[in-house]
């Protein structure tokens, strides 16, 4: 038996009995950071393929998605931050071996084309929503968004511009949408003082996470049959990418140390158990897998049932894996 | 120059003195410390039971992993291997935080992170920390790795010891006689 009692009063909120500083705002900015990236690479992947008027709520509508989460999760992210007011540090700094100076930075970054895409998209956006959706309440923000930006000096011109290079833009933007899916994985991965997030796979499946929870979102607010179909591929594709990337994960974490083995096992039988297993794994990967299976041979599934559960697995994976990550740590008796 | 710390956990009674002359040295604020004192207990009741104390703050590593996560370089190391806060340049993130396998780091009520500074403002005046000086068993030393001579030196020279999670690669610099 060893146990080890702190007697001296220490009983510092979040770091005494375990670690608990990171909570939901970086769960969900990680979720938000994550859906921006695929939603964003997705967009221009699909124009570079040149499917511009195959696809247009991929590349065109969906676009709107991106900047406004980003923005909410960079709201998150200066809400968590304990000293607030000193946020801008971060823009006076650039530190290569801090990942979370590379998200800051990657980030704003991203917020250029991700504002000036849907941007110099808007007249289609706002012709596509009256045409297939004309009750939609966001059309009239819209117009009125359109209006007001075509009265504004410089900003007509910087969006024509935009749209004139798109081309060259997106081939700039998709490097770095992969940085910024990557980095919210890689974000926790830095941190050696915990193990469960000490591996180098959680940036490729953050990724990978990522990516599917925007093609959920894409195919849910899609209602082109042939956009969907294909989304319901690509999801599934990347499905069984992400239970892979899972699966070495935890085969990486049991032939490590003691304090690896340690950090699997709070997912192995311990508390995060159920949650991950059935919650993530079962419900949220496995389930719309099938459902998606069962789509594409014939059986008519409502479309929002696995884009939701693929979305609320994305988001609890997230959630669980900051918790998680915090409850594990080295032995220092 | 290279500062670093010995605690002899044969000598410690637990008395937590250490920890009230770093709070009132540092204006610690209530409820918070920067070093503490753990008991522990280990083997097997009755034959091999035995218990010491070790008195613990930051570690002032040599490999920094609360330096190399910082996005804004206000975690840094200063000469002698003391690892500080910059105030005014700390956003409050936590990444240092998370990256400290000792949780010797905490989230000062004004917002920024605070952590032990082996009394940097005494050390450079040629004085002892304020835990060292008043610890009423000896049982800490402090002193310079790189003096042969030093009392930090001559205690790691003439004893056993050992360091914590050496397997996080920090090269601690809290070391540890027994």
Known sequence: MNEQLIVSGKNIPHIVPHLHLWGTEIALYLFFGGLAAGIIFFANFFYLKGKENEMPMTIKVATLVPPIIIIIGLVLLIVDLHHWMYFWQLFLHFRIESPMSWGAWTLSVIMVPAILWPLSYLDDIIEYLQERNPKCKITGILIWANNLINKLPIVPAIVKWFADNRKIAAYLTIPIAIILGVYTGILLSAFNARPLWNSAILGPLFLTSGVSTAAAAIMWMSNDHKERKLYSKIDLFLIAIEIFFIIHMFMGMLAGGVAQVEAAELFLGGPYTVVFWVGIVAIGLVLPAILEIMELSGFHIPVWIPAFLILLSGMLFRFVMVWGGQASSFNIL | ?178
């Open chain 2, 1 to 178: 120059m290279r500062y670093a710390m010995a605690m002899d956990t044969r000598k410690c009674v637990g008395c937590s003195d250490c920890v009230v002359a770093c709070q009132t040295e540092n204006n610690v604020p209530l409820g918070f410390c920067r070093d503490w004192i753990v008991e522990a207990v280990g083997g097997t009741y009755p034959e091999t039971v035995e218990m010491h104390f070790k008195s613990e703050r930051c570690n002032h590593c040599d490999n920094t992993p609360c330096v190399r996560t910082c996005p804004t370089g206000a975690s840094h190391v200063i000469e002698g291997g003391i690892v500080k806060v910059t105030h005014n340049e700390c956003i409050g993130c936590g990444a240092c935080i998370e990256s400290c396998p000792y949780d010797a780091r905490y989230v000062h009520p004004d917002g920024y992170i605070d952590k032990c500074t082996f009394c940097d403002h005494r050390v450079a005046n040629g004085m002892n920390t304020a835990c060292v000086d008043v610890c009423p068993t000896d049982c800490l030393i402090f002193g310079d790795l790189d003096d042969p001579k030093s009392p930090v030196s001559l205690a790691l020279k003439e004893n056993d010891w050992y360091v914590l999670a050496p397997e996080a690669g920090t090269k601690p610099q809290l070391y540890f006689l027994k």
